[in-house]
């Protein structure tokens, strides 16, 4: 399975923007990129997925490397609701047709400073 | 529309008792998958479900064992509980639509094996 590397953790304060980078060095050439995050006592939830280009949604930004190597998720304006685990994840292929798995690191865990 | 559903919240069971954890997916996806998630960590895979079919498993034992109903719900059966068995365990549902594609995590069920 292709691996991502993250921050354990990272402060941002209150309605400024975060940057929360991951490198993904082994992805290949059809790796989708995916963030989901996990807010205290509930289930991960969608954030946004790319595969080459930068994708913006109403939560977020992602900008990718030219080279795939790494990416970004930015929240362009914090809010203490944000405070989760954020997880960066490629998208590995569970059988050779239809549906794909989502493979969990440890994320890193967004604190935002009131 | 309906998000996934999962019962019950909380469990406590002993070692060595079997347990059936449920799982109600979000209207018109056709593919379920479990994952574990102990303390402190992400996610682990454990199987998924694609039009009532297992379609992938994660490095989990048999004991660990599912179905898939007609109307897409879920059920996750662990038979022989250990210790090391007590996690939040999430399902997820989706449309299987391949590696752009999203999953959707209920609540999860906490199982505390005592």
Known sequence: ?114 | ETGVTQSPTHLIKTRGQQVTLRCSSQSGHNTVSWYQQALGQGPQFIFQYYREEENGRGNFPPRFSGLQFPNYSSELNVNALELDDSALYLCASSLGWGSGDTQYFGPGTRLTVL
């Open chain 1, 1 to 114: 399975d292709a691996k991502t590397t993250q921050p354990n953790s990272m402060e941002s304060n209150e309605e400024e923007p975060v940057h929360l980078p991951c490198n993904h060095s082994t992805i290949s050439g059809t790796d989708y990129i995916h963030w989901y995050r996990q807010l205290p006592s509930q289930g991960p939830e969608y954030v946004i997925h790319g595969l080459t280009s930068n994708v913006n949604n109403r939560m977020a930004s992602l900008a990718i490397a030219e080279d795939r190597k790494s990416s970004t998720l930015i929240l362009h304006r914090a809010t203490l609701r944000d405070a989760a685990v954020y997880y960066c994840i490629l998208r590995d292929r569970v059988s050779n047709f239809g549906n794909e798995k989502l493979t969990f690191g440890t994320g890193t865990r967004l604190t935002i400073i009131p």
